[in-house]
């Protein structure tokens, strides 16, 4: 296998988002001590990243979830939403060998993408914020398309807008689903960068722990399928 793409999941993947929420956590509560009524901010920054579940509910039901449990201030669940979609990207903390990984693949020649599911505006202030986007020849978020992962619809798109057949291309995801099940089936190499969130998946071509491994993996894998290893 001759890798000429690789494509990235965002949230999870590139952008850690547990890192990001608990930051924006912290920030929210600082700027709005009125709205959590003097409570100790490091017990309520951990009971909210446990109402969060991983980001499993929407950013409304989450909020009003967290001012009907905590007992917040009347009205809290609007104001906190509003801090989300303004401040939110501003606390964007990039997984661990983000850039070196990038920079490695673009030093081989190859193309980059990313794909990812959520609102464009939101997605693309994501992007910004981590300050990826020279690093990406492609961007494709399902609140463009109407189209979400793991429909192979999105992924086949991305690989239109880079020019390169799926069979040379690997997407790399955090969640077994919409990315490993998804790219399987639009048959691509899936790499699966382990979450304890998530349960095990055995669907994936090469699963990694750090984003460091995966230039090294991806070379194994063409090398066992050329019978050379």
Same mark, same amino acid.
């Given at each position: 296998m001759t890798i000429r793409a690789v494509l990235f999941d965002l949230d999870g993947t590139l952008l850690d988002r547990r890192a990001t929420f608990r930051r924006h956590i912290e920030s929210m509560i600082e700027r709005h001590p009125d709205v959590f009524r003097s409570q100790e901010t490091q017990s309520l920054v951990e009971e909210l990243v446990t109402l969060d579940s991983n980001g499993s509910a929407t950013r409304a039901e989450f909020y009003q979830s967290a001012e009907q449990q &905590? =007992? $917040?201030? *009347?009205?809290? *669940?609007? @104001? &906190?939403? #509003?801090?989300?979609?303004r401040h939110f990207p501003e606390s964007c903390v990039a997984m661990p060998h983000t850039v070196d990984t990038l920079d490695? $693949? #673009?030093a081989r020649g190859v193309k980059i993408g990313l794909i990812t599911n959520g609102r464009a505006v939101m997605q693309? #202030?994501? @992007?910004? =914020? $981590? =300050? @990826? #986007? *020279?690093h990406l020849d492609s961007v494709v978020i399902s609140g463009d398309l109407g189209i979400r992962k793991p429909d192979p619809r999105i992924f086949a798109a991305a690989l239109d807008e880079l020019s390169v057949d799926s069979s040379s291309a690997a997407y790399v995801g955090d969640n077994p689903e919409p990315d490993i099940r998804g790219a399987r089936r639009s048959g691509m190499c899936a790499v699966w960068r382990r979450d304890e969130w998530w349960s095990e998946t055995e669907e994936a071509d090469l699963v990694i722990d750090d984003l460091s491994e995966l230039v090294s993996g991806l070379d194994r894998i063409g090398l066992k399928q050329r019978g050379l290893a």
């Open positions: &905590l =007992g $917040l201030a *009347s009205g809290a *669940s609007a @104001i &906190l939403l #509003r801090h989300f979609e490695a $693949l #673009r693309n #202030r994501k @992007i910004d =914020g $981590l =300050g @990826i #986007r *020279s």
